[in-house]
């Protein structure tokens, strides 16, 4: 009988539920304690909230327009244990399973309710694009390492491949939507974290590959300001990722053609209302996996909105931020192969 006191105790102080009130609802998360101990593989404590919607579910009419805010939690509450699904890619081992109904973030506090602010870190996950999700980032090693240390981290996702960059840049098919997904995400960041005891005037963005060029298309972007402090660039910038060695536009047409026996005449008669008419009620089923293995396919373009002109010129007027640049180790590394 002491044995499981003992063991219930440990539960109770490991899976404790924490609520935060917020404009929005309630949102219900848990606490863990991995100890103190620093030598273990695992340590810190901190209060996880996952599966926070941050916008209405991009599907239906919304598939391939911009994310819409959300003006309160469905039934006026969050209560999540895991990760929700991922935006919909490539089938993979790490990102499953996936929906179109993916636009939410998870927050991992030192405490949640806390009278003291703590400084916040966003990681938007790389993927070239088309794939990544939060769930391979778990919390342990978040809590571990920057939790553990006072800091918030929140971990967010966005539309990919045809949802997030398909476009024809035109209103039917706007250009960047997973960006606009990324800034919503953070304008979420700036109305709600402090409720989860972080600090909205000390936000860094920051990520790897993909995540890396998010991090610095938003230093650039006018509907990217006020929105965080600082950026962390790791594998990738700005300069990398418009147009790449097969353009978002080209590959858009191409996906067009493929998809809906769209013609050439087609895409040069914009005949747009008939490509619309094709993706309506598409299973997504069948462009989950046309993007798999693809590097530098997926890319923002130049758009009168997010990037309104080109990285050089828009340089300009760029704020001047504290900003960290650098390289992943062994990046690249999973596309080589053994001789």
């Not at 130049?302 to 390289?327: A, H, K, S, W």
């Amino acid at each position: 009988m002491r044995i499981l006191l003992v063991v219930f105790l440990l539960s109770a102080q490991i899976w404790a539920q924490v609520t935060v009130q917020t404009p929005l609802g309630s949102v219900t998360g848990f606490h863990v304690d991995y100890g103190t101990n620093q030598s273990a593989l695992w340590y810190g404590k901190a209060d996880i909230f996952l599966g926070i919607p941050f916008a209405e579910p991009p599907v239906g009419d919304k598939r391939f327009q911009f994310p819409t805010p959300i003006s309160s939690y469905p039934n006026g509450t969050v209560n999540e244990s895991g990760f929700k699904p991922a935006c919909v890619q490539p089938d993979s081992g790490t990102c499953s399973p996936q929906s179109e109904d993916c636009l939410y973030l998870n927050v991992f506090t030192p405490q949640a309710n806390s009278p003291q602010k703590y400084p916040v870190m966003v990681w938007i996950h790389g993927g070239s694009f088309a794939g990544g999700c939060a769930a391979q980032f778990p919390y342990k090693g978040a809590v571990r390492n920057l939790v553990s240390r006072g800091v918030v981290v929140v971990t967010i996702q966005y539309r990919l491949n045809i949802p997030g960059f398909f476009t024809t840049s035109t209103d039917e098919f706007p250009a960047n939507r997973g960006m606009l997904d990324q800034i919503e995400a953070l304008k979420w960041v700036q109305n709600n974290i402090q409720y989860f005891g972080g600090n909205p005037y000390s936000v860094t963005i920051f990520g790897q590959s993909a995540g890396s060029i998010s991090a610095s298309a938003h230093t650039y972007s006018p509907l990217s300001r006020g929105l965080f402090q600082k950026a962390i660039s790791q594998s990738g910038a700005i300069f990398t990722s418009l147009e790449g060695s097969l353009g978002t536009l080209d590959l858009s047409q191409q996906r067009a053609m493929q998809l809906c026996n769209f013609t050439q005449a087609d895409w040069d008669g914009k005949q747009w209302d008939k490509l619309k008419t094709c993706f309506a009620t598409m299973n997504p089923d069948k462009w989950r996996n046309m993007d798999a293995g693809t590097l530098f396919g997926w890319r923002m373009l130049q758009d009168n909105y997010f990037l309104p002109d080109t990285p050089e010129n828009m340089n300009v007027d760029r704020p001047l931020i504290p900003i960290m640049l650098g390289n992943m180790h062994d990046e690249f590394a999973s596309t080589c192969k053994s001789p």
